[in-house]
């Protein structure tokens, strides 16, 4: 449980979250990262070791630089992720057409004592 938290954490932030999207189309350097987030390459670096610590990344060095690239791992937290989102998307969608209040709002307004 302490890691889906700690994954979900790592990709909170911004920032972090910007450099998975750079990663989404493929390996990148550190300073790459740094020109397109228009940050410097301290701060990337701590981003980057945090996704690390998640195991949402990986570095692997290339001549003298090292490429980040995100893991297998990192995928499949990601691919669940969002199937998850989009299932309770469209279970509030369906419960909105029926004209129903959604989710945990309705259960917190019912009276019954079966939920």
């Not at 390996?27 to 987030?37: G, K, N, P």
């Not at 990986?58 to 998850?84: A, L, P």
């Not at 998307?89 to 939920?115: P, Y």
Request: with cysteine; charged share 35%.
């Amino acid at each position: 449980m302490e890691d889906i938290i700690g994954k979900y954490k790592a990709v909170a932030d911004e920032t972090r979250f910007r450099i998975l999207i750079l990663l989404a189309d493929g390996d990148r350097c550190v300073c790459d990262i740094e020109h397109e987030l228009d940050m410097s390459q301290s701060l990337i670096s701590q981003h980057l070791s945090k996704l690390k610590n998640a195991r949402l990344i990986k570095d692997r060095k290339i001549g003298k630089w090292r490429h980040y690239y995100i893991t297998e791992e990192g995928r499949k937290f990601f691919k669940t992720s969002i199937n998850d989102i989009l299932l309770v998307l469209k279970k509030n969608h369906i419960t909105k057409k029926r004209g129903q209040k959604s989710g945990l709002l309705a259960r917190s307004n019912c009276r019954e004592e079966k939920c």
